[in-house]
């Protein structure tokens, strides 16, 4: 076992090219999005948080002071736009931690366990699948007015487990069928043991791959939430700044503020299907062989 | 084998009922739970609405019909029942507000339509291309219109359509102003000058429907070319090939019938999410469906016509995944089982 670990660790070392791109970019992103936008509140705006309204006049073109000029409500644009990206890429990382945790922890009761476990879990899974989650999602963000990160990375991932979850009961349910899983328990092994030093190290890839979905997933269904309108004005995040400037009419006044917000939304879902795809490509060989890429 | 069907058939249809009755149950207690209890701050909401065009007499009139129909001032069970009793004996959902004395049904009615024609041809039209590509560069594999269509393809299906949506406003619709923006015909056309009428519908869908193509487009290309290539690796085909068949007859009778199938099930699926599918996309077009009547009501936060919008949605797709399990035995001979 050993032996293998040893082998999938050369293999994360020298992580395929995809992977690596993706991650250069997310972390260059994660990067521009907070140690930056730091440096820029502190120097261009003197300390003043960006999002503030009436920062400024309303509408200004670009100048010195404000790169990227002011919104319909007078803040600047370009900390605005740095801010948003930072409270997605966060909300999609503390919801997509969420989701792998709720999902792990589920997945391995229903296959390990079994039983009653099994069927309750595997109904509401197939339940939550089945039913359309996301209108239900924005009709919940629309009430409840004051919510902040984790709230809302919260109910993102209320919605987003069910995939990840059943991913993962599959796989435990296969793995746990492994001769050295009966060892384990024949030599005395409880069930904890058993599960984090036996299984959940064989599991690893199959987690880090339903992470970094849920991750794209959280992303996804947020930002095409505040794009129709929904969610707090107090947590800009990039769908709620890109659905302001369409109702500013910066589409055609303009053009390059949109095309820039656009471009960071691409960038961010770029980089983790990078990932995503690396990933499964390194942990799921039969892929490439079926996919012949 | 008969009785095994009928046992199938009806284990089934039970199912159906329970989870569509779930669903809406879990989504009527799970509104009266979130702080701000969206019952109270709408009847709120429409007592201070009255007046733009009616007068405060019939406004208090009305909300005093819902109040007693849905026995609002009661328990919240007994308005569950009432709920109920008047969802499915009258199809009654209550006044809505976005349109203020009309029932919420009559708003979704009407909208209804558009979303259905929207949706159920992009829908069919992505599936059919889509499928057709795809078995098509399975069957050319390894070449390089394989690879470029691939690649492609992956590339395509990791975009966000609702970017793209975005992105082809600024294009088509402000830069070029070859397709015009909102809603699902032009105002100055009217239903008699018949042929103006349907070009003013097409080229007001075209943008969204394209759209909604690209969302689906690129995974049935993906999905279909990994089918075609494992059905490419079956004996009888090494089998029909042998006998000298035409190629074209082995593409078509072969393997593209025989790649289909789960297809099958996958274009079922996707109907039943033409529901909830289109709200992004029909909100940044404006386009008069079901899903900006959607947005709209949570802007307002009309809570009958969401509440009728997300029973819509269950419902549909409910149905649909209910309607491939009837349909599958009868197509599918493993399922049958014998």
């Known amino acids: 076992m050993l032996a293998s670990l040893k082998s999938k660790i050369k293999r994360i070392k020298r992580l395929n090219f995809k992977v690596r791109i993706g991650l250069i970019m997310f ?127 919260l109910i993102l991932s209320i919605f987003n487990w069910s995939w990840a979850a059943r991913t993962i009961r599959s796989q435990v349910l296969s793995l746990k069928e492994k001769p050295y899983v009966d060892l384990a328990r024949v030599s005395g092994l409880g069930d904890m043991e058993i599960v984090f030093k036996e299984l959940m190290v064989n599991l690893l890839p199959y987690i880090v791959v339903s992470y970094a979905n849920s991750i794209t997933n959280a992303i996804l269904a947020e930002t095409g939430l505040r794009l129709i309108g929904v969610g707090p004005a107090e947590l800009p995040t990039l769908g709620f700044l890109l659905q302001m400037y369409l109702v500013a009419g910066f589409l055609t006044t303009r053009v390059y503020v949109a095309a820039l917000i656009v471009a960071l939304i691409a960038m961010t879902f770029l980089s983790l299907n990078f990932i995503n795809m690396g990933l499964e490509e390194i942990y799921n060989p039969r892929l490439k062989k079926i996919t012949g890429m | 084998m008969n009785r095994r069907i009928y046992i199938y058939l009806v284990k089934r249809l039970i199912s159906y009922i329970v989870v569509v009755f779930a669903a809406i149950s879990i989504a009527f207690f799970l509104f009266r739970l979130v702080p701000g209890d969206p019952i109270k701050s709408y009847l709120y909401q429409m007592q201070t609405l009255q007046g733009f065009h009616l007068e405060e007499q019939t406004t208090q009139q009305i909300i005093q019909y819902y109040i007693e129909k849905f026995s609002l001032n009661r328990d919240p069970f007994t308005q569950y029942i009432s709920f109920l009793r008047e969802l499915i004996l009258h199809h009654n959902l209550g006044p809505s507000f976005l349109a203020f004395p009309k029932p919420a049904q009559e708003l979704i009615m009407e909208k209804l339509p558009w979303t259905i024609g929207l949706l159920s041809i992009s829908t069919l039209m992505s599936w059919i291309i889509g499928n057709f590509l795809g078995a098509l560069i399975g069957w050319k594999r390894d070449t390089k219109i394989d690879r470029t269509i691939f690649i492609l393809a992956l590339g395509f299906s990791q975009i966000p359509f609702y970017i793209l949506g975005v992105v082809f406003i600024l294009v088509f619709c402000l830069m070029l102003r070859i397709f015009p923006l909102g809603g699902a015909f032009s105002p100055n056309v009217s239903p008699e000058q018949i042929w103006n009428y349907i070009i003013s519908i097409i080229s007001h869908a075209t943008l969204p429907s394209i759209t909604l193509m690209f969302a689906s487009f690129w995974g049935w290309v993906i999905s279909m070319r990994s089918l075609t290539i494992n059905v490419l690796g079956e004996d009888y085909l090494l089998f029909a090939e042998a006998k000298g068949l035409k190629k074209i007859r082995l593409f078509t009778r072969y393997v593209f019938r025989n790649a289909l199938l789960p297809q099958v099930t996958g274009l079922g699926l996707s109907m039943g999410f033409i529901m909830s599918g289109s709200v992004i996309v029909e909100t940044l077009f404006m386009y008069p469906g079901i899903g900006t009547l959607f947005s709209m009501a949570l802007g307002r936060l009309d809570y009958n016509v969401l509440m009728g919008c997300i029973i819509l949605m269950v419902f549909s797709v409910a149905t649909s995944v209910l309607i491939i399990d009837l349909l599958l035995p009868f197509v599918d001979p493993r399922v049958r089982g014998d």
Do not use: C
């Open chain 1, 27 to 153: 972390l260059s992103l994660l990067v521009i999005a907070t140690i930056f936008s730091y440096i820029d509140t502190q120097i261009r705006l003197k300390g003043v948080d960006p999002t503030t309204p009436w920062i400024a006049e309303r509408f200004l073109p670009p100048s010195p002071q404000h790169p990227l000029g002011t919104s319909q409500n007078g803040a600047d644009v370009l900390g605005s736009m740095l801010v948003a990206l930072r409270n997605t890429l966060i909300i999609g990382i503390i919801s997509g931690t969420i989701t792998t945790v709720i999902a792990t922890f589920l997945g391995f009761l229903s296959a390990y366990k079994g039983g009653v476990y099994d069927y309750i879990i595997r109904n509401v899974t197939d339940f939550m699948l089945v039913v359309p989650s996301w209108p239900i999602l924005a009709v919940m963000a629309a009430y409840i007015r004051k919510i902040d990160v984790i709230g809302i990375s």
